[in-house]
Protein backbone atom coordinates (compact mmCIF):
# COMPACT_ATOMS: atom_id res chain seq x y z
CA UNK A 1 0.00 0.00 0.00
CA UNK A 2 1.52 3.17 -1.64
CA UNK A 3 -0.67 5.83 -0.36
CA UNK A 4 -2.17 8.02 2.02
CA UNK A 5 -6.10 8.27 2.28
CA UNK A 6 -8.40 11.16 3.84
CA UNK A 7 -11.48 11.02 4.84
CA UNK A 8 -13.96 12.61 4.48
CA UNK A 9 -13.65 14.41 0.88
CA UNK A 10 -16.15 17.01 1.54
CA UNK A 11 -16.85 18.32 4.79
CA UNK A 12 -19.34 21.56 5.53
CA UNK A 13 -19.45 22.55 9.18
CA UNK A 14 -21.02 25.10 10.81
CA UNK A 15 -18.95 27.45 13.15
CA UNK A 16 -20.78 25.93 16.32
CA UNK A 17 -19.77 22.24 15.26
CA UNK A 18 -17.05 19.14 16.33
CA UNK A 19 -15.85 17.40 13.75
CA UNK A 20 -12.78 15.76 12.80
CA UNK A 21 -10.38 14.96 9.89
CA UNK A 22 -8.59 11.59 9.20
CA UNK A 23 -5.64 10.88 7.67
CA UNK A 24 -3.83 7.14 7.27
CA UNK A 25 -1.14 5.29 5.56
CA UNK A 26 0.36 1.73 5.55
CA UNK A 27 3.95 2.69 4.60
CA UNK A 28 5.94 2.40 7.84
CA UNK A 29 6.10 6.13 7.39
CA UNK A 30 6.78 7.83 10.83
CA UNK A 31 6.37 11.06 10.27
CA UNK A 32 3.41 12.33 9.43
CA UNK A 33 1.88 16.31 8.37
CA UNK A 34 -1.12 18.37 8.48
CA UNK A 35 -1.71 21.40 6.00
CA UNK A 36 -3.62 24.43 5.19
CA UNK A 37 -4.14 24.99 1.26
CA UNK A 38 -6.41 28.02 0.42
CA UNK A 39 -7.32 28.08 -3.33
CA UNK A 40 -4.41 29.01 -6.04
CA UNK A 41 -2.10 29.16 -3.14
CA UNK A 42 1.10 27.20 -1.47
CA UNK A 43 0.19 24.54 1.09
CA UNK A 44 0.90 25.97 4.36
CA UNK A 45 2.71 23.40 7.28
CA UNK A 46 0.14 23.61 10.17
CA UNK A 47 1.75 20.02 12.48
CA UNK A 48 4.31 17.57 12.10
CA UNK A 49 4.31 14.72 14.00
CA UNK A 50 7.87 12.24 14.62
CA UNK A 51 7.73 8.86 16.06
CA UNK A 52 3.76 9.80 16.97
CA UNK A 53 4.92 12.95 19.43
CA UNK A 54 4.18 16.57 17.80
CA UNK A 55 7.21 17.89 16.80
CA UNK A 56 6.54 21.19 15.25
CA UNK A 57 3.10 23.50 15.81
CA UNK A 58 3.53 26.28 13.38
CA UNK A 59 1.28 28.63 15.96
CA UNK A 60 -1.86 27.17 14.86
CA UNK A 61 -5.39 28.78 16.57
CA UNK A 62 -6.75 26.16 19.49
CA UNK A 63 -9.36 25.69 17.47
CA UNK A 64 -7.35 22.88 15.21
CA UNK A 65 -6.15 20.48 17.91
CA UNK A 66 -4.23 17.10 16.39
CA UNK A 67 -3.65 13.81 17.52
CA UNK A 68 -1.42 10.78 16.43
CA UNK A 69 -2.87 7.60 18.42
CA UNK A 70 -0.67 5.56 16.22
CA UNK A 71 2.09 5.66 13.86
CA UNK A 72 -0.65 4.62 10.93
CA UNK A 73 -3.36 7.36 11.47
CA UNK A 74 -3.37 11.12 12.25
CA UNK A 75 -6.70 12.96 12.86
CA UNK A 76 -7.53 16.64 12.92
CA UNK A 77 -10.38 17.81 15.42
CA UNK A 78 -12.00 20.57 14.75
CA UNK A 79 -14.11 22.55 17.31
CA UNK A 80 -15.37 26.33 16.57
CA UNK A 81 -14.18 27.05 13.39
CA UNK A 82 -14.30 30.72 11.43
CA UNK A 83 -15.58 31.10 7.97
CA UNK A 84 -11.78 31.77 7.02
CA UNK A 85 -11.11 28.50 7.46
CA UNK A 86 -11.85 27.27 4.79
CA UNK A 87 -9.59 25.40 2.51
CA UNK A 88 -8.08 21.89 1.38
CA UNK A 89 -6.30 20.47 4.65
CA UNK A 90 -4.06 17.64 3.16
CA UNK A 91 -2.10 15.32 5.01
CA UNK A 92 1.32 13.55 4.00
CA UNK A 93 3.47 11.16 5.70
CA UNK A 94 7.52 10.92 5.17
CA UNK A 95 10.27 8.11 6.14
CA UNK A 96 13.88 8.96 5.94
CA UNK A 97 15.84 7.34 3.32
CA UNK A 98 19.12 8.06 1.99
CA UNK A 99 21.25 8.79 -1.53
CA UNK A 100 24.74 8.12 -1.29
CA UNK A 101 24.95 8.43 2.36
CA UNK A 102 22.61 11.87 2.31
CA UNK A 103 19.72 11.28 4.62
CA UNK A 104 16.19 13.00 3.23
CA UNK A 105 12.71 12.61 4.10
CA UNK A 106 10.20 12.75 0.72
CA UNK A 107 7.11 13.55 1.65
CA UNK A 108 3.42 11.82 0.27
CA UNK A 109 0.53 13.70 -0.19
CA UNK A 110 -2.84 12.69 0.43
CA UNK A 111 -5.58 13.85 -1.91
CA UNK A 112 -7.00 16.60 0.77
CA UNK A 113 -10.50 17.37 2.55
CA UNK A 114 -12.14 19.84 1.53
CA UNK A 115 -13.56 21.86 4.45
CA UNK A 116 -16.62 24.74 4.18
CA UNK A 117 -17.41 26.51 7.50
CA UNK A 118 -20.67 28.19 7.16
CA UNK B 1 15.50 30.31 6.79
CA UNK B 2 14.81 28.34 3.50
CA UNK B 3 13.20 30.11 0.98
CA UNK B 4 11.51 29.63 -3.01
CA UNK B 5 10.91 31.76 -5.42
CA UNK B 6 8.61 31.07 -8.94
CA UNK B 7 8.86 34.49 -10.62
CA UNK B 8 6.29 33.00 -12.92
CA UNK B 9 2.43 33.09 -11.95
CA UNK B 10 1.69 31.50 -15.73
CA UNK B 11 3.29 30.03 -18.28
CA UNK B 12 1.51 29.28 -21.61
CA UNK B 13 3.17 27.31 -24.32
CA UNK B 14 1.92 26.05 -27.07
CA UNK B 15 0.80 21.34 -27.08
CA UNK B 16 4.09 20.29 -28.54
CA UNK B 17 6.33 23.00 -27.55
CA UNK B 18 9.35 22.78 -24.59
CA UNK B 19 8.11 24.05 -21.89
CA UNK B 20 10.40 25.55 -18.91
CA UNK B 21 9.21 26.12 -15.22
CA UNK B 22 11.31 28.47 -13.17
CA UNK B 23 12.54 27.73 -9.39
CA UNK B 24 14.99 29.83 -7.84
CA UNK B 25 15.69 28.83 -3.77
CA UNK B 26 17.68 30.43 -1.04
CA UNK B 27 19.05 27.81 1.80
CA UNK B 28 22.09 28.35 4.26
CA UNK B 29 23.46 24.41 3.68
CA UNK B 30 23.32 22.27 1.13
CA UNK B 31 19.22 22.02 -0.51
CA UNK B 32 16.46 19.20 -0.65
CA UNK B 33 14.52 20.35 -3.98
CA UNK B 34 11.44 19.39 -5.12
CA UNK B 35 8.65 19.61 -7.97
CA UNK B 36 5.10 18.82 -7.07
CA UNK B 37 1.90 19.01 -9.50
CA UNK B 38 -1.56 19.84 -8.36
CA UNK B 39 -4.61 19.05 -10.45
CA UNK B 40 -7.93 21.19 -10.10
CA UNK B 41 -9.31 19.65 -6.26
CA UNK B 42 -6.51 17.05 -6.01
CA UNK B 43 -4.15 16.67 -3.48
CA UNK B 44 -0.02 17.19 -4.47
CA UNK B 45 1.70 14.91 -6.83
CA UNK B 46 5.25 14.44 -6.12
CA UNK B 47 7.22 14.75 -9.84
CA UNK B 48 11.02 15.03 -8.67
CA UNK B 49 13.56 15.54 -5.95
CA UNK B 50 17.03 16.63 -6.12
CA UNK B 51 19.27 15.16 -3.32
CA UNK B 52 22.76 14.21 -3.86
CA UNK B 53 24.42 13.60 -7.23
CA UNK B 54 23.86 14.03 -10.70
CA UNK B 55 22.33 17.57 -11.29
CA UNK B 56 19.94 16.41 -13.96
CA UNK B 57 17.23 15.07 -12.02
CA UNK B 58 14.72 12.62 -14.08
CA UNK B 59 10.93 12.60 -13.14
CA UNK B 60 7.69 11.32 -13.26
CA UNK B 61 5.46 11.56 -17.00
CA UNK B 62 8.62 12.69 -18.75
CA UNK B 63 9.65 15.48 -16.69
CA UNK B 64 13.36 16.80 -15.36
CA UNK B 65 14.92 19.46 -13.76
CA UNK B 66 18.47 20.62 -13.86
CA UNK B 67 20.03 21.24 -10.06
CA UNK B 68 22.45 24.46 -10.60
CA UNK B 69 24.11 25.52 -7.10
CA UNK B 70 26.31 28.60 -8.96
CA UNK B 71 22.18 29.65 -10.01
CA UNK B 72 20.66 28.68 -7.41
CA UNK B 73 18.28 27.14 -9.49
CA UNK B 74 16.09 24.03 -10.21
CA UNK B 75 13.95 24.84 -13.79
CA UNK B 76 11.37 22.45 -14.23
CA UNK B 77 11.40 21.61 -17.92
CA UNK B 78 10.04 18.85 -20.35
CA UNK B 79 11.14 18.32 -24.27
CA UNK B 80 7.59 18.34 -25.25
CA UNK B 81 4.27 19.83 -23.84
CA UNK B 82 0.81 17.73 -23.57
CA UNK B 83 -2.34 19.42 -22.63
CA UNK B 84 -2.55 17.08 -19.93
CA UNK B 85 0.07 18.91 -18.09
CA UNK B 86 -1.88 21.78 -17.57
CA UNK B 87 -1.79 22.07 -13.67
CA UNK B 88 -0.41 23.88 -10.92
CA UNK B 89 3.13 23.08 -10.39
CA UNK B 90 5.19 23.92 -7.00
CA UNK B 91 8.92 24.15 -6.43
CA UNK B 92 10.01 23.27 -2.58
CA UNK B 93 13.41 23.13 -0.50
CA UNK B 94 13.41 21.79 2.70
CA UNK B 95 16.05 20.97 5.43
CA UNK B 96 16.19 17.30 6.58
CA UNK B 97 15.16 17.73 10.53
CA UNK B 98 15.92 14.31 11.96
CA UNK B 99 13.07 11.97 11.87
CA UNK B 100 11.14 14.82 9.17
CA UNK B 101 11.07 17.15 6.60
CA UNK B 102 10.00 20.78 6.46
CA UNK B 103 9.59 22.05 3.49
CA UNK B 104 8.71 25.48 2.17
CA UNK B 105 6.69 25.83 -0.42
CA UNK B 106 7.32 28.45 -3.79
CA UNK B 107 3.96 30.68 -4.95
CA UNK B 108 3.21 28.16 -7.41
CA UNK B 109 3.27 28.38 -11.16
CA UNK B 110 0.07 27.79 -13.35
CA UNK B 111 1.31 26.20 -16.42
CA UNK B 112 -1.24 26.12 -19.82
CA UNK B 113 -0.34 23.77 -22.26
CA UNK B 114 -2.73 25.30 -25.78
CA UNK B 115 -3.68 22.63 -27.67
Known amino acids: DTEVTQTPKHLVMGMTNKKSLKCEQH?????MYWYKQKAKKPPELMFV???????INESVPSRFSPECPNSSLLNLHLHALQPEDSALYLC?????????????????FGPGTRLTVL | AQSVAQPEDQVNVAEGNPLTVKCTYS??????LFWYVQYPNRGLQFLLKYITGDNLVKGSYGFEAEFNKSQTSFHLKKPSALVSDSALYFCAVSENSGGYQKVTFGTGTKLQVIP
Open chain 1, 27 to 31: MGHRA
Open chain 1, 49 to 55: YSYEKLS
Open chain 2, 27 to 32: VSGNPY
Open chain 1, 92 to 108: ASSQESRKKNRPYNEQF
